[in-house]
C-alpha cells in the first residue's frame, strides 16, 4: 500500500496530511511527529492527487467555510478507539464536550480515562476533532499532550470562547 502526503500552511503551524489508496490516514500538526514519521516511512513522497482534497477541506475549514469534513478516512485502531473516535465525528462544530460526556456517548460511563487515551491516539485531530472535547470543569486539557494552545486556537477559531 502506498503512502503519500501533503503539507498545509494553516494558521496553527504547517499541517501534513498522509493518505493511502483507501483514505485519509494521518493529520501531523506538529514538526517533531512529523519527523518521526519519516523515519518510520522513509519513502513516502508528496501526493496532490492523494492528498489534495484533504488539504483543501483543512483550507475551507480554517477559513470559517466548512464545519464537517467529507473525505475518506483511512481509520487503524481497537473497537473501542473507532467507537470512540466516532462519538467525536458527532461533536458539532463549535461545541464542546467533556472526556466524561463523551463516556456516556458510547454507553460506558466509567471508561473516562480510556476516552482520554482514545483521544490522544487520534491519528486524524481536526477532522475527527479531539480538540472538542475538554475537562470536566471546562479547562483545556490534554491535546497532543502539551499543547493545549493549539487546542484554544482551533476552539476559538470555530467561534468557542476558552477558558484556559
Not at 7 to 16: E, F, K, L, V
Not at 68 to 74: I, V
Not at 75 to 104: H, M, Q
Request: aromatic share 8%; with cysteine.
Amino acid at each position: 500500500m502506498s503512502l503519500g502526503f501533503a503539507a498545509y500552511q494553516s494558521p496553527i503551524g504547517i499541517i501534513r496530511v498522509i493518505a493511502d489508496e483507501s483514505g485519509v490516514k494521518r493529520v501531523e500538526l506538529f514538526e517533531e511527529d512529523w519527523n518521526k514519521f519519516l523515519k518510520e516511512n522513509p519513502t513516502i513522497k508528496e501526493d496532490r492527487t492523494l492528498c489534495g482534497e484533504a488539504v483543501r477541506q483543512l483550507d475551507e475549514y480554517f477559513n470559517g467555510l466548512r464545519k464537517e469534513f467529507d473525505l475518506p478516512l483511512s481509520i487503524e485502531g481497537t473497537e473501542f478507539r473507532k467507537k470512540v473516535w466516532n462519538a467525536l465525528l458527532n461533536i458539532p462544530y463549535g461545541e464542546i464536550r467533556s472526556y466524561s460526556d463523551v463516556a456516556e456517548m458510547i454507553g460506558n460511563p466509567k471508561a473516562v480515562r480510556a476516552v482520554g487515551q482514545a483521544n490522544r491516539a487520534n491519528q486524524l485531530p481536526i477532522i475527527i476533532p479531539c480538540h472538542r472535547v475538554i475537562g470536566k470543569g471546562g479547562s483545556l486539557v490534554g491535546y497532543a499532550g502539551s499543547n493545549t494552545p493549539i487546542k484554544e486556537m482551533l476552539l476559538e477559531a470555530e467561534g468557542h470562547k476558552t477558558k484556559s
